[in-house]
């Protein structure tokens, strides 16, 4: 069975570094991963040192254009074949995983039915891996629309901060009232230092969120972030890398 994990936080709080040190470990680890960037900013590929990459919201468009087209040439064309065949193109194939970005938000005019399709093709794609990690917008805007339906892992990315932890409630309250299928809801602090750590356990505990995980703030994130290196090369016994090995054992891998 395909495990899903998807991946949120308000901005600032390193959501797509804790995404990409995910993403490095279990494909290290021999999982056959795919790497989903759901959020708008697409900040995911150049984390992970992918360049250059095409979305899904380009297909989305192609097809969007090609179904408002009068064709009398082809009048029975395949639209699910032409979408699926333009999201296996936009696919990228990197060294332990593949990646998959879902671009920007659509443009003008009704998508829904171009959005059913998409739905039909990510079930199914999905079903093709061991693992899928999604770097996820903070308004779970793509579960709310269920491009992406079943979710065994919300992991809300917090910096460590009180108004931060409370965003992550709101979160929580936010997928109980979507109604959607997300099976059980983590949290990570993120930039936690001894100072405050202390005190970040017990406010996830007064307001019971489920803290899985504490990454330290490492100065390795930093000095590899200015510098343009990839979180893929960051070093196995670099803080953060080292709570990440912890977090995912918790998550029962």
């Known amino acids: 069975m395909t495990r899903v994990i998807a991946i949120t936080g308000k901005g600032g709080t390193g959501k797509t570094a804790v995404a990409a040190l995910l993403i490095r470990y279990l494909s290290k680890k021999g999982k056959f991963l795919l790497a989903i960037d759901a959020d708008a900013d697409t900040n995911l590929p150049e984390t992970l040192g992918c360049e250059d990459v095409k979305s899904v919201g380009d297909a989305k ?3 969007q254009a090609e179904i408002t087209k009068p064709r009398p040439d082809n009048p029975d064309m395949n639209k699910e074949s032409v979408l699926k065949s333009k999201v296996y193109e936009i696919i990228e194939e990197m060294p332990g995983y593949d990646l998959l970005v879902m671009g920007r938000p659509e443009g003008s005019g009704c998508y829904c039915y171009v959005n059913n399709l ?3 093709i990510m079930d199914k794609l999905i079903m093709n891996y061991d693992v899928v990690i999604i770097d996820a917008e903070a308004g779970l805007e793509h579960f709310s629309r269920k491009i992406i339906r079943d979710i065994d892992d ?3 990315v917090t910096d460590a901060s ?4 409370r965003t992550a409630e709101r ?6 009232e979507l109604d959607s299928n997300i099976g059980r809801i983590h ?3 993120n930039k936690v230092t001894d100072a405050n750590q202390e005190e970040l356990i017990k406010l996830a505990e ?3 969120l489920n803290m899985i995980g504490m990454i330290p703030l490492d100065p390795k994130i930093e000095e590899m972030d200015i510098k343009g290196i990839p979180l893929f090369e960051i070093p196995d016994d670099s803080i953060a890398a080292v709570e990440i090995e912890s977090i995912v054992k918790k998550l029962g891998f």
């Open 118 to 120: 998409l739905r039909g």
């Open 171 to 176: 979160i929580r309250e936010l997928v109980d």
């Open 187 to 189: 949290v990570i602090a």
């Open 206 to 208: 007064d307001l019971k």
């Open 162 to 165: 009180r108004r931060g932890f």
């Open 61 to 63: 468009e192609y097809l």
């Open 154 to 156: 919300l992991i809300v």
